[in-house]
């Protein structure tokens, strides 16, 4: 019942807005939070199925003193879930209901001419229509290596099947198999639901659990060793230490964040990753002053503002609003996301920049750009991104599809936009993104037996 109980008052947290799904998972106090976050999502997920067919059964008409959000996670387990192995009091009231409530999902399924119950989510009005995302781990090179880091795990029992050829290769991994991503360098992709949470290499910052699309700001931006780089809104700074990665803690982040809690835990994040060449504060980007000698090596600026969020996977599931943010919404953050980048413009000496949301939206993307170029009078260009990415940006101004755009069906990702800008004019033009990882991709080719590694312990 335990299990039951909490995901029930996780449920009706979410409901009241009293915070975010992993935050009320986190705080439940319920031991198993991989089993509690599982059951929630997925009792999210059917949410709207759920709710018809508890409704057509009559079910809280007829047991008033059942509280609806653990009716929904008993249902849940009952018609979708491993069948109610708990529940306390209510298994015998749900076990009476239960050819009622089978009857009236069957129907359901008939009525929508379906036979699988995922096909439910296409056609149920309402329902959350969540594709399964692959779990991505960037190996944190600060820390480790990519060869050790997959002898490590080798030695688990996971089983590296070499460098994927493309997104089918992503879509079938299953059980303990993991392969390196196709296009960027020290990512590892393993099967949906993989949990590295309490994975010791992830706890000592050896690796980093981050999704692919948001690995590609840091990876484009791509500063070299030595060079000065602002993080204009850093927190909770999986890409300042991505950037640090990329330059080898060789040069300088200036990381900025208006949170002061947000930015606590990514200092927890960098000591973790093993960051020390970032400077971090607690300061609005706007207010940070384009000529103040201190930034005037700056060649390089990463701009990743707040965003309506409408691409994350996990906000579907806890606002299911959260995909079309209204008018008035989109209006003010596009404003800030404005000036934020007029002003990362203004920085004297700075030659590339990389614009990034986790946001679907039009007026957050490529708007946002367009004007900025238009703005600009010719001193920026948009360059052409990743070019083997298969999602690029909609063709809304000449050029726009030079942007990337991410989306959990065409590239198995969050929802996501990146546009890359380079000074026109620069004297000395920036270099270009290394795309693969320097030395030998790890192959699968069988080696001669090593003794275990201790590099990749973690520490
Ligand atoms: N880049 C971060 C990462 O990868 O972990 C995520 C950044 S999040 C999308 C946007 C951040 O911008 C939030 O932490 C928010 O507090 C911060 N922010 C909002 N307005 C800001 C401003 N005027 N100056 C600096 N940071 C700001």
Redesign the pocket.
């Known amino acids: 019942m335990a299990l039951y109980g909490a995901a029930a008052s996780v449920l009706s947290g979410l409901e009241a807005h009293q915070g975010s799904l992993k935050t009320l998972v986190y705080s439940s106090r319920f031991q198993n939070v991989r089993q509690l976050y599982a059951l929630v999502c997925e009792t999210q997920r059917y949410s709207a199925v759920l709710d018809s067919v508890i409704r057509s059964a009559g079910l809280l008409e007829t047991e008033k003193k059942l509280k609806p959000h653990l009716a929904k996670v008993l249902v849940y387990e009952l018609l979708l879930g491993r069948g109610l192995r708990g529940g306390g009091r209510w298994k015998p009231v749900l076990s009476r209901h239960k050819a009622r409530l089978q009857a009236e999902f069957a129907r359901l399924k008939v009525k929508h001419c379906v036979s699988r119950n995922e096909d439910l989510l296409e056609s149920t009005p309402g329902a959350v229509k969540v594709v399964q995302l692959p779990r991505f781990v960037r190996v944190n090179t600060l820390k480790t290596s990519l060869a050790d880091t997959i002898d490590y795990l080798k030695r688990e029992g996971y089983s590296y099947q070499g460098r994927a050829s493309g997104l089918d290769e992503l879509r079938a991994l299953e059980g303990k198999r993991f392969v390196l991503d196709s296009l960027l360098p020290e990512l590892l992709v393993f099967s949906a639901g993989t949990d590295f949470h309490k994975h010791p290499l992830y706890q000592a910052g050896h690796l980093i659990l981050q999704d692919k699309a948001?690995c590609l700001p840091a990876m484009l931006l791509a500063p070299p060793p030595g060079s000065h780089v602002i993080?204009?809104?850093?927190?909770?700074?999986?890409?300042?230490s991505h950037l640090a990665a990329l330059l080898k803690n060789r040069g300088k982040i200036f990381a900025?964040?208006?949170?002061a809690g947000?930015l606590a835990a990514?200092a927890t994040l960098l000591t973790r990753a093993g960051v020390s060449c970032c400077e971090i504060a607690n300061?609005?980007?706007?207010s940070v002053s384009p000529s103040d000698p201190r930034y005037r090596q700056v060649q390089y600026i990463?701009l990743?503002?707040?965003?309506s969020g409408s691409g994350m996977v996990s906000r579907q599931l806890e606002e299911p609003g959260a995909f079309s943010p209204s008018q008035e919404r989109l209006h003010a953050l596009a404003g800030?996301q404005r000036r934020?980048l007029s002003h990362a413009l203004s920085f004297p000496a700075l030659q590339r920049l990389v614009y990034s949301?986790?946001s679907v939206c039009q007026e957050e993307n490529e708007d946002v750009v367009r004007d900025l170029l238009q703005q600009s009078l010719g001193a920026f260009r948009l360059v052409q991104a990743l070019p083997l990415w298969p999602q690029r940006g909609l063709s809304t101004f000449p050029g726009a599809e030079h942007c990337i755009r991410a989306s959990p069906e065409a590239t198995l990702t969050g929802g996501f936009f990146v546009a890359v800008l380079e000074r026109a004019s620069g004297e000395s033009p920036a270099p270009e993104p290394q795309l693969l990882a320097e030395g030998p991709v790890p192959s699968v080719a069988p080696k001669k037996k090593k003794r275990p590694r201790q590099k990749a312990l973690p520490t």
């Open positions: 948001s993080d204009a809104c850093a927190a909770p700074g999986n890409k300042t900025f964040d208006l949170d947000r990514m300061k609005d980007f706007l990463l990743d503002p707040s965003c800030f934020a949301t986790c």
